[in-house]
């Protein structure tokens, strides 16, 4: 299964999982450093695998307390918990109860590779008259 229909299963299964799917980050983040203009930053100009780029030497980073770091970062056992979860969501969302006749046309087609033709059952057709209204017509058809 590919990543996408693992995404798109979980979308449709789980209402949380898209929530914030419209919101993209800026390149830039918040801070005191990005109020400055590009123009009054001091750069340096480095040579990287061929290229040359432009770094800023000074950068105030955001302090990051504890509490915060750990609201941003799960342990491993939450993350399987959490995928546990959604996998068992997919998996009571996409059962399918099929008849038997039908599973038996499947794995017959997949096993020959060729379109399973259906059987015609041949039985005794019926009208949607009765003896009455034969009889009835039979008599006025004679009559005249």
């Given amino acids: 299964m590919s990543a996408s229909m693992v995404r798109k299963s979980l ?3 789980d209402k949380d999982f898209n929530r914030n799917k419209g919101k993209t980050k ?6 005191v450093a990005n109020l400055i203009p590009d123009n009054h930053k001091i750069k340096k100009k480095i040579n990287r695998k061929g290229h ?4 800023e030497v000074l950068k105030t980073e955001a302090k990051l307390t504890v509490a915060e770091a750990r609201k941003h970062c799960k342990s491993k056992d939450e993350i399987l ?8 969501l997919i998996q009571e969302h996409s059962k399918v109860d099929l ?8 794995i017959e087609r997949a096993i020959t ?4 033709k259906t059987k015609v059952k041949k039985g005794v057709q ?3 008259f009765t003896e009455e209204d034969f009889a009835k017509f039979e008599a006025e ?3 005249e």
Avoid: C, M, W
């Fill in 26 to 31: 800026s390149g830039k983040k918040k801070s």
């Fill in 99 to 106: 008849e038997e006749e039908v599973t038996h046309q499947l």
């Fill in 141 to 143: 058809y004679f009559d």
């Fill in 113 to 116: 590779k060729r379109p399973v």
């Fill in 11 to 13: 979308a449709i299964v």
């Fill in 126 to 128: 019926k009208t949607a």
């Fill in 81 to 88: 918990k959490e995928n546990l979860r959604k996998l068992k």
């Fill in 52 to 55: 040359k780029e432009t770094v």
